[in-house]
């Protein structure tokens, strides 16, 4: 989240969800993968401040970044040095991402 935090209600329950969330890093595992790509991801460009996605894959050095460029997600596949988050002014490196793992 870039600035102060807001949150809408959601749902059944009434969840408070965040509405101002700028990236979103997740671990993908076989049983949310296709979900995690696809109508999770699919809810998420729903929110108009999210602009860059990080799937981190768990059985591999593997991660899938998806970047919102004019109006359009772009992916790239990162197996090896600094992943660059624009939108929040940060890198990470592949290898402290898969430290110890």
């Known amino acids: 989240v870039c600035g102060e935090?807001?949150?809408k209600n959601v749902g059944k329950k009434k969840q408070g969800v965040l509405t101002n969330l700028v990236v979103i890093v997740e671990v993908v595992s076989d049983?949310?993968?296709r979900y995690d790509f696809g109508e999770k991801f699919e809810a998420y460009k729903a929110i108009p401040t999210f602009s860059e996605y990080l799937l981190i894959e768990q059985k591999e050095h593997q991660v899938t970044h998806w970047q919102k460029i004019a109006g359009e997600w772009i992916s790239a596949i990162i197996t090896d040095g600094i992943i660059r988050?624009?939108?929040v002014?940060?890198?990470l490196k592949m290898v402290?991402?898969?430290?110890?793992?």
């Open 5 to 7: 935090p807001t949150f």
């Open 96 to 101: 402290d991402i898969y430290e110890g793992v």
């Open 31 to 33: 049983i949310s993968r």
């Open 89 to 91: 002014d940060c890198e």
């Open 85 to 87: 988050l624009a939108s």
